[in-house]
């Protein structure tokens, strides 16, 4: 196999371009330049960068690799810049390296190698995405638009080449207890914060029972509460907030109707969009898998798969710990295997259809 995208090189470049998530633009345009000078014609959305044909998808199969161009802001610990990429070995370090620039390198070098070779039996796309970090409405989202029919999705995040065939949902839900307010040395007005309190520990006694076969139970926490004017005054509203983790046992409308079910307050969802996903035992990016030597799993953490309506795996090189961390690094051999690995997954999947023809 001969890729000749320079990709570590091209992941140093990236890292000295800052592209905080809704301020992408340089990185992006240096992307599509980039693309273009490769000879691959870019459609650009936003900060997205679509390449290839999705109108092909009623021809043939289409499968798109898609991975994020944007970072979260660098934490206060990095001892070196975290736009200058510092090389020490095999390491490469600088923000974004891991989550998700591994990724998108890997995935540039993968497409350029194999959209032309899997041709007769797959459209491939790649989408480098922008706003992940904060599922953003100009990401991912203002893309799918263009997809009407995808027969599936890899998306490129650190797992350390192993394939994620389900991913927790997340939902936010801010809560509001109404009470009245009096003067507390009187023993006056009804107190919103014992009427939330009730409810509070009404959600902590709240049971997920069903139990899925990849993901961690669901669950709903109280994370922030807030309350009071003073330390003489009943206070009369009394609010909090709830971090909902979704599987695919629970969905977000349906915790979202449990967590209503034993509250008082009044409970709503900033978003239900951000939803789990899993994999069907019988779909063919599982066949894939189970037709190599990976090991799938399910994930905690979210990607651009809660925002997918279509048959998803997330699969990168890189590790997950290292996300968001001073220090964030990428290994050269861990790129070296994240484009083998997704060109011999990419192989497989040719094989799959061309036999099934």
């Not at 240096?30 to 273009?36: G, M, S």
């Not at 970072?71 to 891991?98: C, M, Y």
């Not at 961690?216 to 009369?236: E, F, K, M, R």
């Not at 090991?295 to 979210?302: I, Q």
Request: hydrophobic share 40%; with cysteine; net charge negative.
């Amino acid at each position: 196999m001969s890729v000749k995208v320079p990709y570590s090189d091209l992941l140093k470049e990236m890292i000295s371009i800052p592209a905080m998530s809704r301020n992408e633009e340089r990185r992006a345009s240096f992307l599509e330049e980039f693309l273009k000078g490769m000879g691959h014609g870019v459609t650009r959305l936003h900060n997205n960068l679509l390449l290839g044909d999705p109108g092909l998808a009623s021809l043939k199969p289409t499968i798109l690799l898609n991975s994020h161009l944007d970072t979260v802001k660098p934490v206060a610990g990095w001892k070196s810049d975290p736009f200058e990429a510092q090389v020490e070995g095999d390491r490469i370090t600088g923000l974004g390296s891991n989550d998700a620039g591994a990724s998108v390198v890997s995935m540039i070098a993968a497409y350029h190698e194999m959209a032309p070779k899997i041709a007769d039996q797959i459209n491939l796309l790649l989408l480098i995405s922008a706003e992940e970090e904060v599922s953003g409405a100009q990401g991912i989202a203002a893309v799918l638009p263009k997809f009407d029919k995808l027969a599936g999705v890899i998306v490129g995040e650190p797992t350390g080449m192993q394939p994620a065939i389900a991913e927790r949902g997340l939902m936010v839900l801010d809560a509001s207890v109404k009470g009245l307010a009096g003067h507390a040395a009187r023993d006056e007005g009804v107190n919103a914060i014992y009427k939330a309190m009730k409810d509070v520990n009404a959600l902590a006694s709240l049971s997920f029972d069903e139990a899925s076969e990849w993901l961690p139970p669901a669950g709903a926490q109280v994370t922030l509460i807030s309350a009071g004017t003073g330390h003489n005054v009943v206070p009369d509203l009394c609010t909090f907030i709830v971090d909902v983790r979704s599987n695919d046992r629970y969905g977000n409308e349906r915790m979202l109707e449990m967590i209503s079910s034993v509250c008082q307050a009044e409970v709503l969802p900033r978003s239900t969009r951000l939803k789990p996903s899993m994999l069907p035992d019988d779909h063919l990016l599982m066949k894939a898998i189970l037709s190599s030597e990976l090991s799938p799993f399910g994930s905690s953490t979210l990607s651009d798969m809660a925002l997918l309506p279509f048959p998803s795996i997330k699969m990168g090189p890189g590790e997950s710990a290292r996300s968001h961390t001073a220090g964030e690094y990428i290994l050269e051999s861990e790129l070296d295997g994240g484009v083998k690995g997704y060109c011999n997954f990419l192989e497989i999947l040719h094989s799959l259809i061309k036999k099934s023809v």
